[in-house]
């Protein structure tokens, strides 16, 4: 009897502990760990009662949004961790890589499967998160994101490049580039059945392009280098140095000229963790960090413009600001998760690059955030350089391009987005839409959300197309307050 | 609401335990003025504070369906009172009322699924597309046993709305059981007792149980969902066979677990409850994984529709048939649970007149082996409410035109090694075996402090790994609130 009146004492008192924190301690905002803002609470009204979805919203808000998240978060992670069994497997094999042999690779004179077989990558891969492919391990882990795609998709994305083409008319050369993801050239042999083949998808969007539309083939540029670091291990982006690669290939099209990275400076975020932690939630990401490597053109006098858009909650834009001037590249402290934000600090703005470079051609970049890191490339090709996101765009594009005085238009966005049929509408809408289109929008999905959307509806490839690029705007807003200042650029 | 939420653990039950000590205070003063003759019920406050909660914790989920419960309690409490007063017309009174409970039941979770099976064979009837209230198998199937032992004279008539109204609506087991028979809690309904004995398990029964459901069923059920969930053609015979085996964990932990919640909350305010599980995936044949798998179901059909029906005294196959039949309809409004229900009808019938009368001549490792087998297999047939995915996954399953094996299977087995482990274990009455083996080696004189530190311990290590599970859990609804 005592001794069940201890029991219930101390264990009351574990409990009350708990009550307090979960109930009466300073509720989180913000997941540092999986990069987005949390849930708020739920707004009543006598429908969202009715419906129950008011409750639920309570009971999400309020284990959404709980004291310490991120720390109960990890304390998780660690828990999932411990029970797995981890034991040497000693015949760690080479990755054997899917690329094709066809393309650039052999054009240029290369051997590129020999190239990538030196890479020694063992072959452990296993799926956490999300679907998320982990493959090998130590300092070599890499976090994959399954690409879901089918072989004949994206056609949308190379018929808003025609619709470009024959709206602009000779004067204006238009580009396009699809950039494959990290499944593309680092999924080993044994995981290759849960990503699908992207160059399938490139070629399919590069045959649906007319003939006066350039092909901008990223896909074999990259893979050339695949045993550099031109993609990401930590985060769903590729490396600055991969956008290189493509910008090279971009500026080999369309006839401009085009300095080495020697020309560059080099700068180096530290112990940089992407994206890919937080939506995997595999704790061997966390534990091997990368260094974030980014190349800042020198000897050049270029002026950035910034026109911020200011956008809602459901990333709509709502309002243009003035244009102001500001820096091209934003620092990062090392150890910073947004270090991917370098470039322009994030989306939500158009820019414009007065490059100092004496040339006619000017340039726009019509991308997501993988395009971000191209135009730092270009600053010594073009006399221009303009940029826009595909989600965030108010004027009329004809308008917008005439106006500048644009020469060359390359659409660059990553294979998600290009496999998406609602981004290619986008850009459509955007040349018919008229100067000054705000929120409230008819279509407030993103991208990535129309992506799951349209994925629904095909079981076969729901599990797979899922891509962070929703959870990005949130993640940028947030990272976008806090940049080191940089004083070289 | 479900238990493994963090409002409910952590708002709801905080707030319902200071409500309902004040009420046990105020019946306490209450019963200290009455005299003993005074033949009052001692439990008035607690009742209401419990009534007032469970109607939240329904409501909270089913804000508009919370009325349908009142009306099917109001139908139920009109119809016992009948059925106790008139003695001509007690069969018509019990009739009609399990009828209404049946419409109701037959209306709200399977009026979709008669439209769409009418369709189905060429009668076409517009599907009414209407929402399955939470816990209606449950609460609809509480009633039933009300009015039945009512009339069987089995337990005394509730004379009190409320009586009635906290028997069926008692929030520990209103949305996924056990089915709470009401003889079996009619007294406890106007008089309990708690002690700190009832406490201590009441609580350590509710954190075991919430440690099956967080810690267990919920990383299993990702491991299901990884291999299930995805399109069949891209599955090894491996990964189905890994799949329905985490199925098969995920169903008990998740099911059973709640079942200890809603037995160590009934405990805690003074009900006790009958067992729902003992250990099923022990068992050596069929017949006995039923006598072991959600006993309050078994025995329900048992007592209220195999034995009215003639039971073993005539047409013995027909109601055998009949209750298998109704007990994989149950289950959901698909025809998967029926052929589910009708496998193990035929299984069980089978084992009556073979294996049984073999059993004791058979090695014991044989008759677990064989009795698991059937049981996973009966998942598989469980999981898959659309028969073409069913039938492409028992061909993968079988090892036809499927890959053997691929390194998911290595991946999802390796990452979560201790979790298979841990359920292997306790899926075997390892709790009893330890205390029956503590008991025998230890001296009297420690075996209560060993106990309570033992104890302490393990009920805060499961309270503070479920909690910080559930930190950004998405997937962890109960499977049987559905039913």
Sequence with gaps: ?489 | MVFSDLFFLFVFLPSFFLIYIAAWGVDKMRAQKLTSSECVSRTTWRNAALIVFSLLFYAWGEPIYVFLMLGSVAVNYVAGLLIDRSHRHRRLALAAGLCCNVAILGTFKYADFIASSLSAIGVPVPAPHIALPIGISFYTFQSISYLIDVYRRQAPVQKKFGGLLLYISMFPQLIAGPIVRYDLVAREINDRHVTAADLREGVFRFLIGLGKKVILANQFSEIAGQFLDGPMKELSTTGAWLGILAFTFQIFFDFSGYSDMAIGLGRCLGFHFAENFRHPYCCRSITEFWRRWHISLGSFFRDYVYIPMGGNRRHQALNILAVWFLTGLWHGASWNFVLWGLYFGIIVTLEKYTLLRVADRVPRVLLHLYSLLLVVVGWGIFYFEDFSRMGEFFSVFTGHGAPFHDFTVESAFFSNFWLWVTAVVFSMPVYDTITRLAGKWCPASCIGFLALTVRLLLSIALLALSVSLLVGATNNAFIYTRF
């Excluded at chain 1, 238009?174 to 050239?185: D, E, G, K, Q």
């Excluded at chain 1, 974030?292 to 600001?321: H, M, R, S």
């Excluded at chain 1, 955007?430 to 509806?457: C, I, M």
Aim: hydrophobic share 35%.
């Design chain 1, 1 to 489: 009897m005592k001794k069940d009146k201890t029991y219930l004492f101390l264990l009351s008192l574990v409990y009350v502990g708990f009550v307090i924190v979960f109930c009466f301690f300073p509720r989180s905002t913000f997941s540092e760990l999986e990069k987005r803002e949390l849930t708020s609470f739920p707004a009543f009204t006598a429908e969202s009662l009715a419906n129950g979805s008011f409750t639920t919203g309570v009971n999400h808000w309020f284990s959404d949004t709980e004291p310490f998240r991120d720390f109960f978060m990890k304390t998780n992670l660690q828990q999932k961790k411990l029970i797995a069994w981890t034991f040497p497997r000693g015949d760690e094999e080479e990755v054997v890589f899917h690329a094709t042999n066809d393309g650039a690779a052999a054009a240029e004179g290369t051997n590129a499967p020999t190239d990538l077989g030196e890479l020694t990558a063992d072959d452990k891969a296993k799926i956490a998160n999300n679907g998320i492919i982990i493959v090998g391990s130590g300092d070599k882990v890499r976090a994959l994101m399954a690409y879901g795609g089918g072989p004949n998709g994206g056609v949308s994305y190379a018929e808003a490049a025609n619709a470009y083409h024959n709206a602009l008319g000779s004067a204006v050369r238009v580009y396009c580039m699809v950039i494959p993801t990290a499944a593309a050239f680092y999924c080993p042999e044994k995981a290759k059945t849960k990503t699908r083949d992207q160059e399938a998808t490139i070629r399919n969007i590069h045959n649906h392009l007319e003939p006066g539309v350039v092909a901008v083939n990223a896909f074999s540029a990259l893979k050339t280098h695949a045993a550099e670091n031109i993609y990401l291990r930590t985060d769903h982006h590729w490396a600055p140095l991969g956008a290189f690669y493509a910008a090279q290939e971009f500026c080999r099209m369309a006839g401009v000229p085009f300095k080495p990275l020697s020309a560059y400076q080099q700068k180096v975020v530290h112990r940089f963790v992407g994206s890919m932690y937080g939506y995997s939630q595999d704790l061997s990401i966390k534990e091997h960090p990368e260094d974030f490597v980014y190349y800042v053109p020198q000897g050049l006098n270029y002026q950035v413009w910034f026109t911020d858009y200011e956008i809602n909650k459901n990333y709509e834009v709502v309002a243009e600001k003035k244009p102001y001037k500001g820096r091209f590249f934003q620092h990062y402290p090392d150890g910073h998760g947004g270090a991917y934000c370098t470039f322009m600090g994030g989306d939500t703005r158009i820019v414009k690059v007065v490059t100092g470079t004496n040339s006619s051609r000017r340039v726009l970049i019509l991308k997501d955030s993988f395009g971000n890191a191209i135009p730092g490339y270009l600053f010594y090709s073009f006399g221009e350089v303009h940029v826009v996101d595909f989600r965030y765009f108010t004027h009329n594009m004809k308008q917008y391009v005439q106006q500048n005085g644009i020469t060359d238009i390359l659409f660059a966005h990553n294979i998600f987005n290009a496999y998406s049929p609602h981004v290619g509408k986008r850009y459509v809408k955007y040349l018919k839409q008229a100067n000054g289109t705000f929120a409230p929008r008819t279509d407030k999905k993103t991208a990535a959300d129309s992506l799951h959307k349209e994925h629904k509806t095909k079981p076969a490839e729901e599990h797979k197309a899922k891509t962070p690029e929703e959870q990005k705007p949130a993640e940028e807003k947030k990272e976008q307050e806090k940049p080191e200042e940089n004083p070289n650029s």
